[in-house]
């Protein structure tokens, strides 16, 4: 299990480029004499559009196809048949769905207006499943079960502004862990709870933070293996006794910021595997010995991250990912002689979301390529053989024929190489092409060569080459990169971009004179701070749920999550770094903003609150400036309802041919 920081979420282009579904409206019939008005296509209810002319119905036949991809994703193994359950979207958010064998049916489950989040069957029975989902997207997941013989589902935990995620099953599996924000909104304490009896709940551990997390049962099932986080580059292990809630750290603080990116229990209870920086530039596997706290490093040959990892029901295997220049791959490793054995060869892409079946030789997990999307596939470990179990559909498109990613590299102002993945259009555009810089979220984010999505519209249709890039700050490159950007540090990470813009005319390919900038969360930040630095080098600017004013989206932010901010931005109640914070924010600067914005937001996102938006719409406007806003009341940190999703994306294919393509 991996555990990261609470962060802004990485929106690939595939997900800021993609928002809702707004009805086709025709204008009234012209009088004999004028000529037809075209069809255009009106926002729904749900939207409220500032700025947005009128787009045309054209638009939305255009891009159908492209709007119309699916994705699946592993949630859960059934804890005794060969069968799965999953996540995947039928209308018009993503749902349970349960597949019998490879390629089999997707038998929908759930069938709420909202996302289906995380879910489980327990670790051996087969009566009920658990899962969460929020309301609109505000992230205040509820804990449900659905009663598999009945369909009835309940609610497990309190509602309301309460945060509650799954953790895992006793080894019994009559018992579940979980954090949940109930107590207070602000710290994510620690309970245990017998599913089938909502009224089991009982707090074990009351701890005081937003980062905290159950993580793993003892074999014995008397203590929890908790994670406590405070950044990307600092986190602790602590062991809690189940009865007591007498809780012990294991991993001390040192002379240095040590970060563990994930831990489980070994089968014989004496130690923990567990993956982790200490010592190194990137995370290692090690089995971390509890008598006496040594690590003995198990991947020290392979200079990457170890990006997840599964230890094997019955303790002899690990499964591990690392994150190879952004590709992924798999290995299996012995744990009686601390050695890999041979694994099955993926294709390349990207693999997430590894599980084991209970019976030690499935290994689910899902697989993303520029390609193909999201699906999940098994392996059957004593054979290597491959099995699918869901094919996504494509639109009816050809996605053997979508662009694959170049890794290109540039010199920033202060020597540092700054990488990132270029996506060049279809053979068929001829000439220099007009060029998207899509910024990933974070910042403990990377951008990856993945499945586009409906980018592959830019890419096929319109002759746009997208660029991805990783500034520092960027997870992936050891973690004294993570740090380049970190408090007074902020603005380096603009000047990667800046870099990037200047390197961009060496490429004959590329046209230095049609360049859009984009990014969600941290990289709308991004996207606002590059629209005001270097105005004069860009034609547009697309920013989504971004941050414009560092003061005010601390000091608004969701409290649970208020100070794991603060460590990576800096502390806005020291008034030196305040008057810094307000110094670099967007809205500050955003008199320099000459070029048209378009900015897309979420009213209950908690994360970066809508206010951010609002704000900088009104300072631009304030300022003269050519701004546009969307903003989806039923949304939370980016847009997760298909019809909303396929609006954005007509606003922004009518806002790239108006502004980029000219």
């Given at each position: ?7 802004c ?9 993609s ?8 204008a009234?019939?012209?009088a ?27 638009i ?7 709007t ?5 994703g592993?949630?859960s193994?059934?804890?005794t ?15 349970l769905?349960e ?12 069938f ?17 499943i ?12 509820q ?23 799954l ?29 089938k009896d ?13 980062g ?35 809780k ?61 990892f599964?230890l ?5 295997t690990?499964?591990?990912?690392t ?8 290995h ?7 050695k ?22 499935d ?23 491959l ?5 996504s ?17 540039w ?8 990488s ?7 053979s ?40 991805f ?21 902020r603005?380096d ?25 984009t ?13 005001t ?61 000459k ?23 009104a ?5 003269g ?8 009341n ?14 954005q ?6 806002f ?7």
């Amino acid at each position: 299990m991996q555990f990261r920081p609470r962060s802004c979420s990485t929106l690939a282009l595939a997900v800021l480029l993609s928002l809702g579904l707004g009805s086709v409206a025709h204008a009234q019939a012209p009088a004999a004499t004028a000529a037809p008005k075209p069809a255009v296509i009106k926002p729904a209810d749900n939207l409220v559009a500032d700025g947005l002319p009128e787009i045309a119905a054209e638009i939305a036949e255009a891009v159908g196809r492209y709007t119309e991809f699916r994705s699946a994703g592993l949630a859960s193994w059934h804890p005794t048949n060969r069968e799965m359950l999953i996540s995947t979207r039928f209308g018009d958010t993503p749902q349970l769905h349960e597949v019998r064998f490879p390629l089999g049916a997707r038998r929908q489950l759930t069938f709420f207006p909202d996302r289906v989040g995380g879910s489980s069957w327990p670790r051996r029975s087969a009566e009920y499943i658990v899962f969460t989902k929020d309301k609109g997207g505000d992230e205040f997941g509820q804990i449900h079960r659905l009663d598999v013989a009945t369909g009835a589902i309940s609610m497990l935990s309190p509602g309301g502004r309460s945060q509650n995620g799954l953790g895992p099953w006793s080894q019994q599996g009559d018992r579940m862990a979980f954090g949940s924000t109930r107590r207070n909104g602000t710290d994510r304490d620690i309970y245990v709870m017998d599913p089938k009896d909502a009224a089991s709940t009982r707090l074990v551990q009351e701890v005081k933070g937003g980062g905290w997390g159950a993580a793993d049962w003892s074999p014995d099932d008397k203590k929890l293996l908790v994670f406590e986080a405070i950044s990307v580059n600092e986190s602790y292990l602590w062991l809690v006794d189940v009865a007591t809630g007498e809780k012990t750290l294991i991993t001390p603080k040192g002379a240095e910021q040590v970060a563990y990116g994930g831990a489980a229990w070994s089968a014989d209870g004496k130690g923990l595997y567990v993956t982790t920086d200490k010592d190194s530039e990137f995370q290692r596997l090690a089995l971390l010995d509890l008598a006496t706290g040594k690590h003995s490093y198990l991947t020290s040959h392979i200079p990457w991250d170890v990006d997840s990892f599964e230890l094997s029901p019955d303790g002899k295997t690990i499964a591990f990912v690392t994150n190879e220049e952004g590709l992924s791959v798999l290995h299996l490793l012995d744990t009686a002689s601390g050695k890999q054995k041979p694994a099955p060869k993926l294709p390349v892409g990207l693999v997430f979301g590894l599980e084991w079946h209970n019976n030690g030789r499935d290994l689910g997990l899902g697989l993303n390529s520029a390609r193909s999307p999201s699906d999940v596939y098994s392996i059957d470990v004593t054979t290597g053989k491959l099995e699918r179990w869901t094919e996504s559909e494509t639109g009816g498109l050809n996605a053997a024929s979508f662009s694959e990613a170049e890794l290109v590299r540039w010199k920033s102002f202060d020597g540092k190489t700054i990488s990132g993945f270029l996506y060049k259009p279809a053979s068929r555009f001829s000439g220099p092409r007009p060029v998207v810089i899509n910024i990933h979220g974070g910042p403990e984010g990377q951008s990856r060569p993945g499945f586009q999505g409906r980018g592959n519209y830019l890419l096929d249709e319109l002759g746009v080459a997208v660029l991805f890039p990783n500034v520092r700050g960027s997870t992936g490159f050891g973690k004294s990169f993570v740090k380049l950007d970190n408090g007074v540090l902020r603005e380096d990470s603009v000047k990667d971009i800046g870099s990037l813009l200047d390197w961009i005319p060496t490429r004959k390919d590329l046209d230095a004179s049609r360049v859009m900038v984009t990014g969600g969360s941290y990289g709308g930040y991004m996207t606002l701070a590059v629209a005001t630095h270097y105005d004069a080098k860009i034609r547009c600017s697309l920013d989504v749920v971004g941050i414009s004013n560092f003061v005010t989206f601390l000091q608004n932010t969701e409290s649970y999550r208020r100070d794991l901010r603060r460590v990576e931005y800096g502390d806005e109640r020291d008034p030196a770094m305040k008057e810094h914070l307000l110094k670099i924010s967007p809205a500050t600067n955003a008199q320099k903003i000459k070029k048209p914005l378009l900015v897309i937001q979420g009213k209950n996102d908690p994360r970066v609150p809508y206010t951010e938006s609002e704000q900088m719409v009104a300072t631009v406007k304030n300022n003269g400036g050519p701004v546009r806003y969307l903003l989806a009341n039923d949304e939370g940190h980016g847009f997760a309802k298909k019809k909303n999703q396929d609006f954005q994306f007509y606003a922004t294919i009518a806002f790239v041919r108006e502004h980029l393509l000219k």
